[in-house]
T-cell receptor
Framework: NAGVTQTPKFQVLKTGQSMTLQCAQD?????MSWYRQDPGMGLRLIHY???????DQGEVPNGYNVSRSTTEDFPLRLLSAAPSQTSVYFC??????????????FGEGSRLTVL | GENVEQHPSTLSVQEGDSAVIKCTYS??????FPWYKQELGKRPQLIID?????GEKKDQRIAVTLNKTAKHFSLHITETQPEDSAVYFC??????????FGTGTRLQVFP
């Protein structure tokens, strides 16, 4: 049971490049989400999904795309990277079913630098 | 949209003293309020949570209180220890399932 797995852990991009941050969970969680963490700004929600085929925008969705084709995977795509997207990115998942705890399980984080 | 405010941003206490962190939320439909602890270089981890039908919850040295009328909730840590030093985040979940976090409180416990 690996929990939430994010790759890569570190990435350096040039402005305008594209990339995908991968996220996979093996806990059969319905809910998956992506956050970015910047100093002094806490964890800001980028996109989230309540189940396969369903995605929705969070607080800071601009510049990011997501898809949820399976329960396990929730990749985050940066279409044209900008220096403002330099951050630490966390994927997180939880159960959503009635009676389950709402505990969000986080991946280890991905540190992205855009030059 | 939903918003969660958290205060203070930094908190320094002497070992053995109590620490209190406060949060307010804007969405009156919020129904779940967790607290996460993040140690340096690590991922956030849940330490305690409370649902909207409960006013207070305790777990050893940690307690959380919720005032739905005022839309605020607080984390109380008693008998603080150096290992409590970390960044603490509050969060609120709306009925759209979004979990919105506060901006965090850096707690330092001095021996």
């Amino acid at each position: 049971n690996a929990g939430v797995t994010q790759t890569p852990k570190f990435q350096v991009l040039k402005t305008g490049q594209s990339m995908t941050l991968q996220c996979a969970q093996d806990m059969n969680h319905e809910y998956m989400s992506w956050y970015r963490q910047d100093p002094g700004m806490g964890l800001r929600l980028i996109h989230y999904s309540v189940g396969a085929g369903i995605t929705d925008q969070g607080e800071v969705p601009n510049g990011y795309n997501v898809s949820r084709s399976t329960t396990e995977d929730f990749p985050l795509r940066l279409l044209s990277a900008a220096p403002s997207q330099t951050s630490v990115y966390f994927c997180a998942s939880s159960y959503r079913r009635q009676g389950a705890t709402g505990e969000l399980f986080f991946g280890e984080g991905s540190r992205l630098t855009v030059l | 949209g939903e918003n969660v405010e958290q205060h203070p941003s930094t908190l320094s206490v002497q070992e053995g003293d109590s620490a209190v962190i406060k949060c307010t939320y804007s969405d009156s439909a919020s129904n779940y309020f967790p607290w996460y602890k993040q140690e340096l270089g690590k991922r956030p981890q849940l330490i305690i949570d409370i649902r909207s039908n409960v006013g207070e919850k305790k777990d050893q040295r940690i307690a959380v209180t919720l005032n739905k009328t005022a839309k605020h909730f607080s984390l109380h840590i008693t008998e603080t220890q150096p290992e409590d030093s970390a960044v603490y985040f509050c969060a609120a979940r709306s009925n759209t399932d979004k979990l919105i976090f506060g901006t965090g409180t850096r707690l330092q416990v001095f021996p």
